[in-house]
């Protein structure tokens, strides 16, 4: 059984601050790690898409709108990865999910919701 939860959603003014966690348990990673550990967005009538992901490595990549503003961190001993968003503005709204990549199998969160206000 494996379990992706994420916390720290909610509403906010434009200019303003969240920090969104992921916590991934289970048994598959117990035994095999993770690889790769990512939040994604999906906002209505739109297709979902990457907002940062980082490796095992620590290696971190940013989707365009993001960079600057929001940081991907990941705990390899927790199996955590926290985003911190800064800078928000309207058009980050959006429901965002965790992902979590493990030898090609792609686990993912139900999702938090991100409003900001103009």
């Known amino acids: 059984q494996v379990h992706i939860v994420e916390s720290g959603g909610g509403s906010v003014q434009t200019g303003g601050s969240l920090r969104l966690s992921c916590a991934a348990s289970?048994?598959?990673?117990?035994?095999?790690?993770?690889?790769?550990m990512a939040w994604y967005r999906q906002a209505p009538g739109k297709q979902r898409e990457l907002v940062a992901g980082v490796n095992k490595e620590g290696i971190t990549n940013y989707g365009d709108s993001v960079k600057g503003r929001f940081t991907i961190s990941r705990d390899n001993a927790k199996r955590t990865a926290d985003l911190q968003m800064n800078d928000l503005k309207p058009e980050d709204t959006a429901a965002y999910y965790c992902n979590v990549g493990l030898r090609g199998v792609d686990y993912w969160g139900q999702g938090t919701q991100v409003t900001v206000s103009a």
């Open positions: 289970g048994i598959v990673f117990n035994l095999y790690g993770i690889d790769n």
